[in-house]
């Protein structure tokens, strides 16, 4: 604390300015025994270990208002990755939240995949004196619905720890339910005053932007980077922040509340029937303002399929349906939207009402942020690959990509939010070296860590693995990235365009040509980045990163692995995949 400041040639006399004196050293006394007694109060709060497993943020955003709550509630809460805690330091917990989504199909997120192999393993500890409680994240979308959450509820009860509250699972829409699960599930300790912590809750929150408050943003620039002769339509867009308030760092994602298309409104309700300002009971607004700014309409629900299959009387369908074979049923709807399971019996009637009831609210579509804040002042940039396809002579239109791509010129406004991914930020220690593999639309978040890196004034070096299908129409950003060759900020570039040549040639073959450098640039404390698509991609980079670790290190596949481990130990191997 800073020492009591009274002027010298201040107009007191030598009484009063010793009266100043006393009276200041009495606030600073009491200012420290508040202090001492707060800290007391918190050494003697009963503990409470809240642990989040995430991919893209979310987890660890609910383990934080769980923190929140807990200390409302007279706990002493510990928040930290699932990753970061040894079975060790588990078997000494007494009580535990665990927030965790489910990735890929029911896999643990990037940060728990440690923690989970140790829990599951025959060396795992007891945990009789331990409560716990699970909250899982998912997607109803998925077949492995919050199967993440599943199984470390499970195996906690295996390993004999006691349930404080039933588990929940929680599908897009997890704020409310969360919230409420959390406020049931919250062990209490000495409550503090409820109404002030609300109170500084709500002023902490109040301003922010979320997906059930976005803010609507200026599209500054809407650009095509792909060229002539590309399969691809990948575009930049650049959002003003106007007065938001919105602060973001290179690695965050950006949350986009779409519109559906209106060619795609309008064929449904020609499907139903149905007009536009039909007004539904339970519903407002009209029919066609709910299809169009409230429902999904593109990606068939889990309710619709069981409810078509029902009705349609489709052999082909109904088999893969009934045989529960998701392989199967993913190849049946492959290319497949809404409308097409409508119209598999096209003479079947169907009451808007009960259609709506199968339709799941439409969701905001995240994108990786290709912008540093200290490269654009109140700006923020994604870059996005329109989809579209044709199917049964009609064509059909990724949701938010293709509403921006065709709608969104300058001058438009999106509604958007910030979405913040602590564990996909560039490495604080500016000496680091960084190695980022990012094809395609992959490269989006290292063309912000580049940009970061630069304005920072770092010296550590960078390699950019990058590719696509064809250098002539598919190198996108060329310009930016030869002018960051040129200016020192790359290091090394390696390239690879799948069909420039007979042999395809992808990101994983570069780096297993340059294995042995790679290895040298880990060694030297560098850190490893992917972005893109988790199906096939991140697993052959994956293998890949295995291979040449257990070439250049002379390790067997068991000594490669737990290389690659400790690399997300040390939190030098981070992924940002989709």
Not at 258 to 268: E, G, Q
Not at 539 to 548: G, I, S, T
Request: net charge negative.
């Amino acid at each position: 604390m800073e020492k009591p400041f009274i002027p010298t040639d201040a107009p007191f006399s030598g009484d009063q300015r010793a009266w100043i004196s006393g009276y200041l050293a009495g606030l600073k006394s009491r200012l420290a025994d508040s202090q001492r007694g707060a800290a007391q109060s918190a050494s003697t709060a009963p503990s409470i270990d809240i642990l989040f497993g995430t991919q893209t943020g979310n987890a660890e955003q609910v383990a934080e208002e769980a923190a929140e709550l807990a200390t409302t509630n007279g706990l002493a809460p510990k928040v930290a990755a699932l990753d970061d805690i040894s079975m060790e330091a588990l078997a000494k917990m007494e009580r535990l939240i665990v927030v965790v989504s489910t990735y890929g199909e029911g896999e643990m997120p990037d940060n728990a995949e440690l923690f989970w192999e140790a829990l599951t393993a025959a060396t795992a500890p007891r945990l009789e004196t331990l409560e716990f409680a699970v909250l899982g994240l998912g997607d109803t979308s998925y077949e492995h619905f919050c199967q993440a959450g599943k199984l470390l509820d499970t195996r906690l009860e295996q390993l004999g720890a006691k349930r404080m509250a039933e588990r929940i699972d929680c599908d897009i829409d997890f704020e409310d339910p969360a919230s409420e699960w959390l406020q049931a599930a919250m062990p209490v300790g000495e409550p503090q005053d409820a109404s002030s912590a609300l109170e500084k809750k709500s002023k902490k929150t109040e301003s922010l932007w979320t997906r059930k408050n976005p803010y609507s943003s200026a599209v500054l620039e809407n650009r095509l980077l792909s060229k002539d002769g590309s399969g691809k339509e990948i575009r930049h867009f650049a959002f003003d922040l106007g007065d938001s308030g919105i602060r973001y760092e290179a690695g965050d994602a950006l949350g986009v509340m779409p519109v559906n298309h209106r060619d795609l409104v309008d064929a449904i309700l020609d499907r139903l029937g149905a007009s536009y300002d039909d007004v539904i009971d339970g519903h407002e607004p009209v029919l066609g303002e709910l299809l169009t700014f409230q429902f999904e309409i593109m990606t068939p629900s889990q309710d619709l399929i069981a409810n078509i299959e029902k009705r349609v009387e489709h052999a082909e369908f109904s088999h893969v349906v009934s045989n529960g074979d998701r392989e199967a049923i993913d190849a049946f709807l492959w290319g497949r939207d809404t409308l097409d399971l409508l119209n598999l019996r096209p003479e079947l009637e169907l009451n808007a009402a009960e259609f709506l009831s199968w339709l799941r609210p439409l969701q905001h579509r995240a994108y990786s942020i290709s912008s540093s804040p200290k490269a654009h002042d109140n700006e923020v940039h994604l870059t996005v690959a329109a989809v579209r396809w044709q199917f049964e002579q009609r064509e059909h239109r990724g949701v938010a990509s293709t509403w921006l791509a065709d709608r969104m010129q300058a001058g438009n406004e999106v509604r958007i939010f910030p979405s913040p991914n602590k564990n996909f930020r560039p490495p604080e220690n500016n000496s680091a070296p960084v190695i980022m593999v990012g094809p395609g639309t992959g490269i989006a978040p290292f063309r912000a860590f580049l940009e970061e890196r630069a304005a920072r004034g770092a010296d550590g070096k960078n390699w950019l693995f990058f590719g696509d299908q064809h250098q002539a129409s598919d190198y996108i950003y060329e310009d930016e990235i030869n002018a960051l060759m040129a200016d020192g900020v790359l290091t090394r570039l390696d390239l690879a365009f799948s069909r420039d040549q007979q042999e395809k040639i992808y990101v994983q073959h570069r780096m297993r040509e340059n294995g042995a450098e790679i290895y040298r640039w880990l060694e030297d404390g560098g850190y490893f980045y992917v972005c893109g698509d988790a199906t096939r991609m991140a697993k052959d980079v994956d293998a890949a990163l295995h291979e040449l670790v257990q070439t250049e290190a002379g390790l067997d596949s068991d000594g490669a692995s737990e290389y690659v481990s400790q690399l997300k130990r040390e939190k030098r191997y981070l992924r940002d995949v989709y």
